[in-house]
């Protein structure tokens, strides 16, 4: 069972940059691909970010590219996401996922538990 614990949640100002870091349990965490998701309030969850078990390919969703990065290191078991130029429209709890079988179009096995971002203008 793999344990995902996100933090670096925040409240900050419209064009303020946040890292978030997510900690993962799995010993074989370098099998795992890894992505960030986001839920804003009356929204559904949507996709961020995903980056393959290696690090050396990511995907991100449009409204974030050029701004956000995701990043990892499997010798610590971490996740990273780097938010820079935030936006009030960022606001929303984000989620940090894994699954070996990927995390893009599809739902990840494994969740950690959010970690609210809130954007002021």
């Known amino acids: 069972q793999v344990q995902l614990v996100e933090s670096g949640g925040g409240l900050v100002q419209a064009g303020d940059s946040l890292r978030l870091s997510c900690a993962a349990s799995?010993?074989?965490?370098?099998?795992?691909?890894m992505g960030w998701f986001r839920q804003a309030p009356g929204k559904e969850r949507e996709f961020v970010a995903a980056?393959?078990?290696?690090?050396?390919?990511?995907h991100m969703v449009d409204s974030v590219k050029g701004r956000f990065t995701i990043s990892r290191d499997n010798a610590k078991k971490m996740v990273y996401l780097q938010m820079n130029s935030l936006k009030p429209e960022d606001t929303a709890v984000y989620y940090c996922?894994?699954?070996?079988?990927?995390?893009?179009?599809?739902?990840?096995?494994?969740w950690g538990q959010g970690t609210q971002v809130t954007v002021s203008s």
């Open positions: 799995e010993r074989t965490f370098n099998r795992y691909f």
């Open positions: 980056i393959d078990s290696s690090g050396a390919i990511t």
């Open positions: 996922a894994g699954d070996q079988r990927g995390v893009v179009g599809r739902t990840p096995a494994y």
